[in-house]
């Protein structure tokens, strides 16, 4: 399924709203620039039992949709935040530059705020400043942060494809995978880094089944893992987080492919502790 959790999408002016939300198949083209653009995301709080997407025009949206995790995953999370830096770019009346700039530290405040420990965030919004201060006017300052939101978006994808290209080459035919939380497609802006490695796997013509642990306590692993394999026909069994331990005791776990929010020197990872 080719699915982006997120891209800037052009809006007619009939369609101008807030926080607009519309329902699709997950469906979507690449990214486009231009007046009228907005954010168009889709809404994780709603899945699995509804695929909506919102359509966010302001910067505040884009923070309220990071603080309540209808956007979540640290790669979309970051890239959801610089287009949001760059919504409100768009949103400031002209000004001299050096005020429009302090006028837009203060949005990537606004921003950063909606989630201070995702590294991720930070990154972006950082990404997106540094491009804007280049700008010598408003309208240059406009256009590249938008630029560079796109620009991020656009390598998120390439490295989920390639770090999905790599690390499918040590999955096995036949492999039974086990996987924790969700790092696929949904927590990035498309294919996914840990289910990027899976779906490039099957994309080889592997036969691959997985195992998803619930992930308790926002059961990410129950609401958005088991819905994106299920919507790629990658046969997933949803087990107790507690039943990992007794699968792989059991020989019936062959790897384990997980999102790491922490690497250690020594090569350990650890993720949601």
Not at 127 to 132: C, F, G, L, P, R
Not at 250 to 258: A, E, F, K, L, T
């Amino acid at each position: 399924m080719a699915f982006r959790t997120l891209e800037w999408t052009l809006r007619s002016r009939h369609r101008r709203g807030s926080g607009q939300a519309r329902q699709g198949s997950g469906q979507a083209g690449a990214p486009s620039a231009g007046p009228g653009g907005a954010l168009r995301l889709l809404d994780q709080t709603q899945l699995p039992h509804r695929v909506v997407y919102l359509e966010l025009t302001t910067h505040q949206q884009v923070a309220h949709a990071i603080k309540t995790m209808q956007v979540r995953g640290a790669p979309a999370i970051g890239v959801a935040a610089a287009f949001g830096l760059a919504l409100g770019a768009r949103s400031l009346p002209d000004s001299p530059r050096d005020d429009f700039l302090a006028q837009l530290r203060s949005i990537r405040g606004e921003l950063a705020a909606a989630r201070p420990t995702a590294v991720n965030l930070a990154w972006a919004l950082d990404k997106v400043m540094e491009a804007a201060c280049h700008g010598p006017d408003a309208t240059a300052i406009r256009e590249a942060a938008l630029a560079e939101a796109q620009r991020l978006a656009e390598a998120d994808v390439a490295a989920n494809r390639a770090l999905g290209r790599h690390g499918a080459a040590l999955i096995p035919d036949g492999a039974r995978v086990l996987t924790h939380c969700n790092a696929g497609a949904l927590a990035t802006v498309g294919y996914g880094t840990a289910l990027g490695v899976i779906r490039a796997a099957v994309e080889q013509g592997k036969r691959i089944s997985v195992w998803a642990d619930e992930t308790r306590p926002r059961l990410q692993g129950a609401a958005l893992t088991a819905w994106e394999l299920q919507q790629d026909g990658i046969p997933v069994t949803l087990i107790a987080d507690t039943a990992a331990g007794h699968l792989m005791r059991r020989g019936q776990v062959d790897c384990i492919v997980v999102g790491a929010d922490r690497i250690a020197a020594n090569g350990d990872v650890a993720n949601k502790i």
